[in-house]
């Protein structure tokens, strides 16, 4: 009873079994490996300026990053219009819309990344249809370069681009752009002036979530990309599995996290909701530089107010001329998006029943031989199984300390709850190369790499991070006054959260064990650090398979992952339907 007291008194000391994983297997061995690349007790710098004393690390940081930058820059170019257009279109078809960018957003980026290679290979796709209509006499070099690089991690990471921006252009109020009309501005401006600031948190948001994710990137360039597009992410995979000193490791990796941390510091994190202002500010004070201007601006912006107005009063209550171009315009636009992000999926789902030796589109007969290759080979279902126990386990463990963490954190001071969360989700936030040496660190401590337990504690550092992100935002929603009934009915602290709480958060805590499985099912860069590969997962096993022989079986399991998400949206619906609670405290409110 005196626990149970103290945790309602102090409910930040929730977070503590949440912190405890963190601190042990990812942020104690951080803090290790960086004073192993200062070479403490001793402390220099002569690791990082042998980094830099040589051009072909330079060389490849700096390719690291303009590769980060160019596909942060497509999906923003893409994804911004899509997100849009998706925001303005009707209930249904913005569920159906977002539905669509889901699905492969959740689908393994193996699978997608092998979707790429049966498309853009020599025997591919494309080489094959043009070969077949006689456009070309021989295959053309589309796979393994810098563009095949491009495509392959802007559809990785479009997704990632579109969600955020959606969820904040939901939140602006569409009466802010009925006002600019209302006072004379056309669409466009409205559009500039208006939506497009009020915009700027999602871009900002989307862009520097995809500029840091693809600075870690590994397993892409490698398969698509040459000898010539190696990010420090291979180089720092090679390291590891060459000669693995350890001072040169925790060098790359934190010049890596540097940049990430740069990237940062720049753009900002701000939980606060105020990016609004500061960007009416930052107007603000580039407008002061032009002090000169604003007399001239108001001249000749007096002429044609009059033609403006009486323009606007014969148009308000016309339909547009060119909105019904522009209407075929923006869904031709978004059904390419659409294809491009869906098609390579279906191109797998369909070669993978092929009869024929190797895959072809379209296949010439249909077989199931590569599923049955598949569920009669024991090292690929025994991958799979072993993927289902582990992904199960961080699922487990995840959603306990995660969901634990997100109600203490809500339960906090802001500032305390915006530091804690910021360090629980840390892992998510920075490359995931540096996560895997980290854990990789912490695991050798441990004893534990080369295990499924090990594994299990490396994959639990991310999934928990998702976790208490997508169960502080169902708290966020959360009515505390029925928790406050409760006590007034003189209910403790734990029986309020079994009979109140718990019931009201539930497809929240779901759908946070859903993506912590997914996250951990999918995962193979740490696992190919802290396994050794004496623990083979099924991402694992396929990645081997991508880099060694091509086994069309790939295809058979590539289609079954990228089923995978359509079946967990399906599980989210039907349980966050289902599991609405039907009667809760009876509480009644005037």
């Known amino acids: 009873m005196r626990l149970q007291y103290d945790f309602g ?40 300026q042998a980094f830099f004393g040589q051009p072909a690390n330079v060389h490849v940081l700096f390719q690291t990053i303009e590769i980060s930058a160019v596909a942060t820059i497509a999906c923003l170019i893409v994804g911004y219009p899509t997100a849009y257009l998706i925001v303005v279109a009707s209930k249904r078809l913005r569920m159906v819309l977002l539905v669509l960018v889901l699905i492969p957003y959740l689908t393994s980026f193996l699978a997608r990344t092998y979707a790429w290679l049966v498309i853009l290979g020599d025997n591919g796709l494309i080489n094959n249809l043009l ?59 409205a559009f500039w002036r208006v939506f497009f600031p009020l915009s700027l948190p999602g871009v900002r948001s989307g862009s520097l979530l995809v500029f840091v994710i693809c600075l870690g990137f590994y397993i892409t360039p490698a398969a698509l990309g040459g000898l010539g597009d190696a990010m420090l992410s291979t180089f720092i995979a090679a390291q590891v599995s060459s000669g693995f000193d350890m001072a040169d490791i925790a060098t790359s990796a934190f010049i890596l996290l540097a940049v990430a941390g740069v990237v ?74 659409l294809a491009y992000l869906l098609f390579p999926e279906i191109v797998v789902i369909i070669m993978s029943f092929s009869a024929g030796s190797y895959l072809e589109f379209p296949p010439s007969s249909l077989s199931l031989q590569w599923y049955s290759s598949f569920f009669g080979d024991p090292s690929w279902y025994g991958a799979a199984w072993t993927s289902i126990q582990i992904g199960s386990a961080v699922t487990v463990l995840s959603t306990i300390v995660g969901t634990l963490a997100a109600y203490g954190l809500s339960r906090a001071t802001p500032w305390m709850r915006g530091s804690l969360t910021m360090v629980i989700i840390t892992p998510i936030t920075i490359p995931v190369i540096v996560v895997g040496v980290a854990t990789y660190l912490g695991l050798v401590n441990l004893r534990l790499t080369g295990t499924q337990t090990g594994i299990v504690l490396a994959h639990s550092v991310g999934s928990t991070a998702y976790v208490v992100v997508i169960v502080s935002a169902t708290l966020a929603n959360f009515d505390r006054r029925l928790e406050q009934a409760a006590h007034s009915m003189r209910a403790g602290p734990f029986q309020t ?74 599980a989210l619906y039907v349980t966050g339907w289902r599991l609405r609670p039907q009667h809760t405290l009876p509480v009644h409110t005037d």
């Open 497 to 570: 959260f079994m009979r109140v709480t718990l019931p009201l958060i539930r497809p929240g805590i779901i759908a946070g064990a859903v993506f912590a499985f997914l996250n951990s099912f999918d995962e193979v860069v740490i696992t190919s650090l802290v396994s050794g590969y004496s623990v083979y997962t099924l991402p694992l096993k396929m990645w081997e398979n991508i880099r060694n022989e091509i086994d069309p079986t790939v295809a058979a399991v590539a289609s079954l992952l990228t089923l995978l998400p359509v079946l967990w949206l399906i």
């Open 264 to 337: 940062l510091f720049m753009l900002g994190i701000d939980l606060s909701g105020t990016q609004g202002r500061l960007v009416q500010q930052a107007q603000k004070s580039w407008m002061a530089w032009l002090p000169s201007f604003s007399k001239l601006k108001s001249y000749l912006g007096g002429f044609p107010a009059l033609y403006r107005a009486k323009r606007w009063t014969t148009q308000l209550y016309q339909a547009g001329g060119d909105g019904h171009l522009l209407k075929i315009i923006g869904t031709v636009f978004v059904v390419l998006v």
């Open 131 to 189: 070969l077949h209509f006689g456009l070309i006499s021989n295959p053309l070099q589309l796979i393994f370069n810098r563009m095949a690089v491009y495509i392959g991690i802007v559809h990785i990471m479009l997704p990632m681009m579109i969600l955020p921006l959606v969820s904040v252009m939901m939140g602006i109020d569409k009466s802010l752009i009925s006002a600019a009309r209302s006072m004379g501005a056309r669409p466009y401006t």
């Open 9 to 48: 008194q102090m409910p930040i000391l929730l977070t503590v079994p949440a912190l405890a994983v963190l601190l042990v297997v990812f942020g104690i061995p951080t803090v290790l490996l960086f004073l192993t690349s200062l070479n403490a007790p001793a402390v220099s710098v002569a690791n990082y």
